[in-house]
T-cell receptor
Framework: DTGVSQDPRHKITKRGQNVTFRCDPI?????LYWYRQTLGQGPEFLTY????????KSRLLSDRFSAERPKGSFSTLEIQRTEQGDSAMYLC???????????FGSGTQLSVL | AQTVTQSQPEMSVQEAETVTLSCTYD???????LFWYKQPPSRQMILVIR??????QNATENRFSVNFQKAAKSFSLKISDSQLGDTAMYFC??????????????FGKGTKLTVNP
């Protein structure tokens, strides 16, 4: 069990560019979550997968954001036409059952210039 | 919609002393889960303690314990014998237990705890 891993750790991009982040959950976990955290705030929920099905999306997830979890394993989060307001830490987490503890990755820090 | 409020943006404590972090929440539901997560400067979020609302007994994990007051919608975290490694941001979080309901965690804004030597 190597924990939840996220790649890259840091991403700097110019406004208008597309970016993609990857999350590898703990292998036996069927639930995968994406959260966004800005400085001085708690994480905000973005979306949730159970296996390969995306079961829940926040209204924060505009049409520029898309997430996938093909084959129910790793997940990707893509942001198209990035804006400065997208600058944040993007956290991935996984778990087995509702209400059980989430295992978080170290996050991807996005800076949009 | 559920909300979680942490009214103490920052707190400090001397090593080996006890500190209590406050959390209140708002929900119309009867069954739910409450959590305290710790985020050290290394930034990886780690679960500290978990409480199921239908359990009256307060959860305890070693030096960490909670005071869960369901009627008052209060969920405070007590850290005993504080250690330097406890320095971190602490987030209180809520999740409904309703089957078929949202599986999102709703987080408070956090309390920055500093343990001084």
């Amino acid at each position: 069990d190597t924990g939840v891993s996220q790649d890259p750790r840091h991403k700097i991009t110019k406004r208008g560019q597309n970016v993609t982040f990857r999350c590898d959950p703990i292998s036996e976990h069927n639930r995968l979550y994406w959260y966004r955290q800005t400085l001085g705030q708690g994480p905000e929920f973005l979306t949730y997968f159970q296996n390969e099905a995306q079961l829940e999306k926040s209204r924060l997830l505009s049409d520029r954001f898309s997430a996938e979890r093909p084959k129910g394993s790793f997940s990707t989060l893509e942001i198209q036409r990035t804006e400065q307001g997208d600058s944040a830490m993007y956290l991935c987490a996984s778990s087995t059952y509702r209400g059980e503890k989430l295992f978080f990755g170290s996050g991807t820090q996005l800076s949009v210039l | 919609a559920q909300t979680v409020t942490q009214s103490q943006p920052e707190m400090s404590v001397q090593e080996a002393e006890t500190v209590t972090l406050s959390c209140t929440y708002d929900t119309s539901e009867n069954n739910y889960y409450l959590f305290w997560y710790k985020q050290p400067p290394s930034r990886q979020m780690i679960l500290v303690i978990r409480q199921e609302a239908y359990k009256q007994q307060n959860a305890t994990e070693n030096r960490f314990s909670v005071n869960f007051q369901k009627a008052a919608k209060s969920f405070s975290l007590k850290i005993s014998d504080s250690q330097l490694g406890d320095t971190a941001m602490y987030f209180c979080a809520f999740m409904t237990a309703f089957q078929g309901g949202s599986e999102k965690l709703v987080f408070g804004k956090g309390t920055k705890l500093t343990v001084n030597p």
